[in-house]
């Protein structure tokens, strides 16, 4: 087993609290977007919490009041205009990768959604097995008390036998008032 207590990610901020991991995207100033290195580092993170025994449930959360923006206007949309059909290819199977490693990390991942959620973000919390939004009125910058307690009752094996399935997790999007 692998510890992932120490994890130190170059795009993304990492916390642990106790055996809940906490992932925010680390660009609020442009609404969080995506980039190749990112969608990279978060696929490679995601596989390694398949081995990981310190931790027992994920909260993919809002930094700067958003989610994501999706794919980084400048850093993955604007070169992908030029790209050929084999980039392109490349491009949807690395997205693609890392929904795979989100959905086979063995573990629950809960988006905790607040903002902005488009694109790229849209399909990470698509990718999450249980998903909370909060209104737009009513948009809070901490985490509610209601989503650690889904993090610590939300039972790993109950969740990832769902995605063992030929068809997606069916899960519900709750709004919180």
């Known amino acids: ?3 992932m207590a120490d994890l130190a990610p170059e ?3 990492w916390e ?11 660009r609020p100033e442009r609404k969080n977007p995506l980039t190749f290195e990112s969608y990279a580092e978060l696929r490679d993170t995601f596989r390694d919490l398949a ?3 310190d931790v027992h449930a994920v909260v993919f959360t809002s930094n700067g009041e958003n989610f994501c923006s999706g794919g980084d206007v400048h850093e993955i949309i604007g070169p992908l205009v030029g790209k050929d059909m084999k980039g392109l290819l ?9 929904v795979k490693a989100m959905l086979n990390c063995g573990k629950p991942i809960i988006a905790a959604v607040d903002g902005i959620c488009v694109g790229a973000g849209a399909i990470i919390a698509m990718s999450s097995d249980i998903r909370f939004a909060t209104p737009a009125p009513a948009r ?16 790993a094996p109950c969740y990832r036998a769902l995605s063992a399935r030929a068809a997606p ?9």
């Open 169 to 177: 997790p069916t899960c519900s999007t709750a709004a919180v008032a």
């Open 11 to 13: 795009h993304f901020i």
């Open 90 to 98: 490349e491009f949807t199977r690395m997205t693609g990768d890392l």
């Open 51 to 53: 081995y990981a025994s």
């Open 140 to 155: 809070r910058s901490s985490l509610p008390g209601w989503v650690w307690q889904a993090a610590i009752w939300a039972p």
């Open 1 to 3: 087993m692998k510890s």
């Open 16 to 26: 642990m609290s106790g055996d809940v991991a906490v992932i925010r995207l680390n």
